[in-house]
């Protein structure tokens, strides 16, 4: 069966970086799935943070973590990463890493079949 586990989340400081990994199995060819990065904070929805197509070769970010934080996969690995950096106390929030099963990366929640359980992200002042 699919499996996707985020590590890497964790307490730092306004202004700090993380390295977000979530590693894939079961999904069969890994460099078949676009991937993609949602957090959701407390009390809010989940919102999307950003995606990657196949290959790596493209990639879209929501507006309030451009500039800030990168996508990036290792099909060797199985692996899709999400660098965050200059985190803000407004990053607080669980990271999903999530799988679709297409080439072609896509910013809706609802494209995505195959989710990770989350990996806590907390930003203090």
């Not at 999904?27 to 197509?53: C, D, H, T």
């Amino acid at each position: 069966h699919v499996q996707l586990v985020e590590s890497g989340g964790g307490l730092v400081q306004a202004g700090g970086s993380l390295r977000l990994s979530c590693a894939a199995s079961g999904l069969g060819a890994f460099k078949n799935y676009a991937m993609g990065w949602f957090r959701q904070a407390p009390g809010k929805a989940r919102e999307f943070v950003s995606a990657i197509n196949w290959s790596g070769g493209s990639t879209y970010y929501a507006d309030s973590v451009k500039g800030r934080f990168t996508i990036s996969r290792d099909n060797a690995k199985n692996t899709v990463y999400l660098q965050v950096n200059s985190l803000q106390p407004e990053d607080t929030a669980v990271y999903y890493c999530a799988a679709r099963n297409s080439l072609v990366l896509s910013t809706m929640e609802s494209d995505f079949r195959s989710w990770g359980q989350g990996t806590q992200v907390t930003v203090s002042s």
